[in-house]
């Protein structure tokens, strides 16, 4: 734990003058070389607190850190911009710092002023600087954000880059001493005022955010990224490697050694987790909540799933047969509606997916992952059976096995008294999936793979498209998008080529808004094959050829349609 504290240390060191403090550093040295001389030390604690607050304190569920898309980045252009009007002009300076100066006696009492109003301007540029953590402070908080190894390792990476940025805050202020001695403080002050300005009309139009794309693209990766040995290596990975490896709770176990005549001779796996942390209730008396303890006697099937996940969704047709099937037998379903996707957390978005998959049997929202993590649970679709006595029998990850699910069923019903139960259930609309098919892959940022010329970042970027041959399930984009960790989203001119070898394709979409209804037009191989009404938040089938095959995919994006995540059979 102790060399991936000091790794964190030299990683946050290193993020601090790398290109991804661009947007930062105009603010960090205007507003620390005005003022008291104790500024530059408000401003960088500030930063440094808003900074470990996000990616510490409210960063849950994710897979990698990157806020500066969200409201907060508009907070901190708003921020900016009035601190650089207030710094531009001295005598609104003076009212201002005039009442924050009285906060000075929660502090230090000696001559200086300026320390609460740079503690507000570094806040506010913690929030731009949040993107910039790195893989080692991503990993670890994907790990746990409450966890107090996480907490180590993220005050470890804010103290290292704010070492470095204090240093050049009171570097920038000491080349600017010279200036104020000779008189033209007020003209000095006054420029750097207009330096905040501009840095934060700068933001609002994404210029940040172009410039460091236009360097990282022609700079060498020592420049770019200088952290980026240290976090790639083989120690930093092995340590991360040791914080994430959590085993599921309960996993499969195989029984066709040990069956029986009658079925399937179960182990018990231990006891089964309540329902916890939920949200709403549905297919229940008044919307009411289950619990395990209130199902006792009754054999249990818990259901991971959610409602864009196509994995998930080949696996209803069996769940709604055996709930029509074994229900009065004394089975009883439960999904569990675990998000992938933010817009995935809306209950109407949810109720509206299990009235089109037709599911009778009770779902409840687990938005914030607390049953999935009492379950130890890492898989969509997941499925655990729980005996008459609250024992889970079994568990059974991603799709497949279904005779043997049934028969387990079938097995727990007749040891909790059931003996006739007749023949096995008859699922429809069964789809089978190509075990050759491209794998699923995702627009956002966070885990985006297999795009050509290679990685992006977050913000809005001009694509010429891929001028070559794309291999087998590669994926390039066209015209303009706006890139987030979780989406792509079309701006305008947007397009995207794909070469994938699939029977089926689907890819998650979302409206710009919920009343307004955009496009997107689908052609395979050449040939214009239709134009999708992108209506809601949901999971649409774009392809369905009558056989597998290997296919040139070109999509054209209506402005304001956002993509998350392709998906092949």
């Known amino acids: 734990m102790a060399l991936l ?23 960090l040295l205007s507003a620390g070389a005005t003022g008291g001389r104790r500024r530059p030390i408000g401003i960088v604690l500030g930063l440094a607190a808003t900074f470990t607050i996000t990616i510490v304190g409210l960063a849950k569920v994710i897979d990698g850190v990157g806020l500066g898309h969200s409201a907060t980045r508009d907070i901190a252009i708003g921020v900016l911009a009035l601190f650089g009007v207030i710094v531009a002009v001295p005598a609104l300076a003076a009212r201002v710092e005039a009442p924050l100066s009285r ?10 002023d300026g320390f609460p109003s740079g503690l507000a301007v570094g806040a506010a540029l913690g929030f731009v600087y ?110 991360l490697l040791a914080l994430r490896s959590h085993k599921p709770m309960f996993t499969p176990v195989e029984t066709a050694a040990a069956a029986t005549p009658a079925g399937p001779r179960l182990p018990k796996l231990g006891a089964a987790p309540d329902f916890t942390g939920t949200q709403r209730w549905f297919n229940t008396p008044g919307g009411r909540p289950l619990t395990l303890r209130r199902l006792r006697g009754r054999v249990v099937l818990v259901d991971f799933w959610t409602y864009t996940c196509i994995n998930c969704i080949r ?9 029509a099937r074994y229900r009065a037998e004394g089975l009883t379903i439960v999904g569990v509606h675990s998000p992938e996707f933010d817009f995935e957390k809306d209950a109407g978005n949810v109720q509206a997916a299990i009235r089109q ?21 890492q898989y969509w679709p997941a499925d655990y059976l729980i005996d008459a006595t609250g024992q889970v029998r079994a568990a059974h990850f991603g799709e497949g096995d279904y005779a043997q699910t049934e028969a387990e069923i079938r097995e727990l019903l007749r040891a909790a008294g059931r003996r006739e139960l007749g023949g096995d259930a008859r699922p429809r609309g069964v789809v089978h999936p190509t075990l050759e098919a491209t794998p699923e892959t995702y627009l956002g940022l966070a885990r985006a793979e297999r795009f050509l010329p290679g990685p992006s970042q977050p913000g809005t970027h001009d694509y010429p498209g891929y001028r070559h041959e794309l291999p087998l399930s590669h994926f390039a984009l066209s015209g ?25 394709v689907y890819l998650v979409l979302s409206p710009p808004s919920p009343t307004r209804h955009d496009a997107v037009t689908v052609t395979l191989d050449g040939r214009p094959l239709r134009t999708l ?6 999971l649409y089938h774009l392809v369905h050829e009558p056989r597998f095959g290997i296919h040139r995919l070109r999509l054209r994006f209506s402005p304001g349609v956002s993509g998350y995540a392709f998906t092949f059979g």
């Open 130 to 239: 949040a993107p910039c953590a790195g893989p080692i402070l991503a990993a670890v908080i994907s790990v746990s954000a409450a966890s107090g190894r996480t907490v180590a390792v993220g005050l470890a990476y804010s103290l290292g880059s704010a070492l470095v940025l204090l240093a050049l805050a009171l570097g920038g202020r000491a080349v600017l001493e010279p200036v104020r001695r000779a008189g033209r403080g007020a003209a000095l002050q006054a420029a750097l005022g207009a330096v905040m300005v501009l840095t934060a009309v700068a933001m609002s139009f994404q210029l940040d955010v172009r410039f460091e794309t236009a360097i990282a693209s022609h700079l060498p990766s020592a420049i770019v990224d200088p952290t980026h040995g240290l976090e790639s290596s083989s120690a930093v990975t092995s340590r």
């Open 357 to 377: 998959n037709g599911l009778r049997y009770p779902v409840v929202q687990d938005n914030d992952l607390k049953t999935w993590a009492a379950w130890g649970n």
């Open 315 to 323: 696996t209803l047709p069996y769940l709604k047969a055996w709930d």
């Open 480 to 504: 303009t998008w706006r890139l987030t960790d979780e989406a792509a989203t079309a701006v305008s001119g947007a397009g995207l080529e794909a070469e994938v070898g699939a029977k089926d």
């Open 103 to 112: 906060l000075q006696r929660l502090g230090p009492q000696r001559t200086g």
């Open 533 to 538: 009404d992108i209506d809601a938040q949901r």
């Open 5 to 27: 504290v000091l790794f964190a240390l030299l990683a946050g060191a290193g993020t601090a003058v790398s290109p991804c403090v661009l947007p930062v550093l105009p603010a």
